[in-house]
């Protein structure tokens, strides 16, 4: 990728508002106000906020769904009203509806000649974006019969087969288990690998903290925030120590070495396990003793 290209954003929203009339006196009611952002190439960028922030309203402009009030957006410097720009982007929105008759390879090869696949290019690019997100022994099975999670994954290659280099997921591990979604965000990280741009959105915060370079933070269609990950929880003024337990004459010989060095030890606390770090380590592993042996 040239630096010409790199330098142009993903995304770049400019003084963006949205106003939807609401009944029949014709109140406006404001989904996004005034919202200006830049989501570099090649990043994973969380687009965060409560409901009814407007997180969904941005999306369905970026892809070109809704046209804005005012202001502009651009996908890779197009506008994204242009046919053009939409070539190049891939959606899985957050409560996908696939034809359940369809089995999984049907229902990708059905939105890879959508998106203006054809010839003998469909079938090795459909099993390979299938391969990627580990449905291949189940792709020939039904839509219907998939569980939570092999749906996002079936979505999510849908999202991929015409190879886009912008990639918009709406919630995508909404109502899939913690190893689900911990595969989930795994595929996120490798398509940053292959230099995509991710637009994310959701609710697991600590999922977006592990896998965002940066966040924007909405709220009533305002930007209320907006960095880099590491910076917005880096926590510079302070910093913590993970040691063996010390014995209360070694934590006043530690207190006594910090003052003279005019240091304060503010807190002693043992770390807690964070419980999906618990699961994932326990789940799947087949060692683990179930003395009551019931489920």
């Excluded at 407007?54 to 957006?73: N, R, V, Y």
């Excluded at 070539?87 to 203006?116: M, T």
């Excluded at 595929?187 to 690998?193: A, C, H, P, Y």
């Excluded at 590491?230 to 010989?253: F, H, N, Y």
């Amino acid at each position: 990728m040239s630096t010409v290209a790199s330098a142009v954003p993903a995304i770049e929203l400019r003084g963006l508002i949205k106003d939807f009339s609401v009944g029949l006196r014709g109140v406006k009611l404001r989904a996004v106000d005034d919202l200006s952002l830049r989501v570099p190439a090649g990043q994973v960028f969380g687009l965060l906020g409560p409901n009814g922030s407007g997180k969904s309203t941005t999306i369905k402009i970026i892809l070109g769904l809704l046209e804005p009030t005012a202001g502009g957006c651009r996908v890779f410097g197009l506008p994204s009203t242009q046919i053009e720009a939409r070539v190049d982007v891939g959606y899985l929105p957050e409560s996908p509806y696939f034809y359940r008759h369809l089995s999984g390879r049907e229902l990708v090869r059905f939105y890879a000649r959508i998106c203006g696949l054809g010839g003998a290019k469909v079938a090795p690019r459909v099993a390979e974006v299938i391969d990627w997100v580990g449905l291949t022994e189940s792709a020939d099975r039904l839509v219907g019969t998939y569980s939570k999670g092999m749906l996002q994954r079936i979505g999510l290659a849908q999202a991929l087969v015409h190879d886009p280099r912008l990639v918009i997921l709406d919630e995508p591990t909404s109502g899939v288990d913690p190893v689900g979604a911990a595969a989930i965000s795994e595929l996120i990280l490798q398509l940053k690998v292959q230099g995509k741009t991710v637009l994310i959105t959701s609710h697991l915060l600590t999922q977006i903290e592990e896998i965002c370079d940066r966040v924007a933070i909405l709220d009533r269609g305002r930007l209320i925030l907006e960095g880099a990950v590491c910076d917005l929880v880096g926590g510079a003024e302070r910093q913590a120590l993970i040691v063996e337990k010390l014995s209360p004459g070694e934590l006043q010989e530690l207190r006594g070495w910090l003052g003279l060095r005019g240091r304060t030890l503010e807190a002693v606390a043992a770390p807690r396990a964070r419980l999906d770090q618990i699961f994932l380590e326990r789940v799947g592993r087949g060692d683990a003793k179930n003395p009551e042996g019931g489920g």
